[in-house]
């Protein structure tokens, strides 16, 4: 299944952009989190669970933990989880940490998916250990010299070599054009925000 992924925390956008696309995922990141609720009252959990009621239960929406080890990371992930109801997945980071992070959630019945994923092997790690999805930061690659598209191209190879049912996201694209050359390259859920999705209407 394809997954337009709208990245905001502005519940105004989340009306207008659901009111006027198929869009059939929502998803946070700290630093939107962080922009979005300055000078407000709302917390990350109060939003969240605002959102959460605006598009209904059964909608996946991807909420990333703060923690930095395991421990902390699993916290977080069972306080998301039992705040925010309905089809609520859980962003973990890649990196030791997060892939010890993972099977334990795994076993506590909560999904992961697995961010800042930068290649082939990161994208297998998470895969193993038991993230239902891993999210390449394309336009990230694309400043550190390398390439995006390509990783996800790769990724999507991989899993599909092995038999890996792992969801493929290419998030942090900036314009229509690097939406087009992910689902292209075989990412099956993109992340966009409303106004990329306003310029791809027309």
Not at 6 to 12: E, N, P, R
Not at 33 to 52: P, V
Not at 99 to 126: E, M
């Amino acid at each position: 299944m394809l997954e337009f992924c709208l990245v905001t925390f502005d519940i105004d956008e989340v009306r207008e952009a659901s009111a006027l696309f198929p869009i059939n995922c929502y998803a946070d990141n700290p630093s939107v989190a962080a922009k979005d609720l300055t000078g407000g009252r709302a917390t990350f959990l109060s939003r969240s669970r605002e959102i959460r009621s605006a598009v209904g239960d059964e909608v996946p929406f991807y909420l990333e933990v703060l923690g930095d080890t395991c421990g902390e990371m699993v916290e977080d992930a069972q306080r998301i989880v039992a705040e925010v109801s309905g089809n609520t997945l859980v962003k973990i980071p890649s990196c030791p940490e997060g892939y010890k992070a993972i099977p334990v959630l795994r076993n506590l019945g909560i999904r992961v998916s697995c961010t800042a994923v930068f290649d082939v092997n990161q994208a297998l790690l998470a895969a193993m250990a038991g993230a239902v999805c891993v999210a390449v930061y394309v336009s990230r690659l694309d400043k550190c010299g390398g390439d995006g598209i390509e990783v996800v191209r790769a990724i999507r190879r991989a899993f599909d070599a092995y038999g890996i049912g792992c969801m493929v996201c290419a998030a942090s694209l900036k314009v229509p054009g690097d939406v087009e050359r992910a689902l292209m390259a075989g990412a099956q859920n993109v992340t966009v925000n409303l106004t990329m999705l306003k310029d791809m209407a027309f």
